[in-house]
C-alpha cells in the first residue's frame, strides 16, 4: 500500500513536500514517483526515481521546481515542491512500478489535493 500525505492550500511561490510511505512490500525493490491529476485534465507523469535513488527524472513543467527523493530505510519517497503556481493545482498520487521507470506504474496510492491560490 502506498500512502501519501503533505497536501494542502499554499500561495503562489509557496513550498510544499508530498510523502509517499509504503507498506508490505520492500520498498527498495520498486521504482517510486509521481503522478497529477487537475481539474477537468487528464492524470500526468510528473516525477519519478529509481529503486536506489541515485536517479531522478521529472516533467518539463515542474523541472527545476521540484525535487523527488527517497528513504528506503523508512520506505517513504518525497516531491518538494517550490515556486509553487496555479496550474500545480491537482491530486497527487504516489506510484511504484516494478520496472526501472515508472511512467507506467503498477501500483497506485491514495491522492493527496495540493491547491495553489492566486
Known amino acids: 500500500q502506498l500512502q501519501a500525505s503533505g497536501g494542502g492550500l499554499v500561495q503562489v511561490g509557496g513550498s510544499l513536500r508530498l510523502s509517499c510511505a509504503a507498506s508490505?512490500?520492500?520498498?527498495?525493490?520498486?521504482?517510486a514517483g509521481w503522478f497529477r491529476q487537475a481539474p477537468g485534465k487528464e492524470r500526468e507523469f510528473v516525477s519519478g526515481?529509481?529503486?536506489?535513488?541515485?536517479?531522478?527524472y521529472y516533467a518539463d513543467s515542474v523541472k527545476g521546481r521540484f525535487t523527488i527523493s527517497r528513504d528506503n530505510a523508512k520506505n517513504t519517497v518525497y516531491l518538494q515542491m517550490s515556486s509553487l503556481i496555479p496550474e500545480d493545482t491537482a491530486v497527487y498520487y504516489c506510484?511504484?512500478?516494478?520496472?526501472?521507470?515508472?511512467?507506467?506504474?503498477?501500483?497506485w496510492g491514495q491522492g493527496t489535493l495540493v491547491t495553489v491560490s492566486s
Open positions: 508490505g512490500r520492500t520498498f527498495s525493490r520498486y521504482a
Open positions: 526515481i529509481n529503486r536506489s535513488g541515485g536517479s531522478t
Open positions: 506510484v511504484a512500478a516494478d520496472g526501472i521507470v515508472v511512467f507506467k506504474p503498477d501500483y
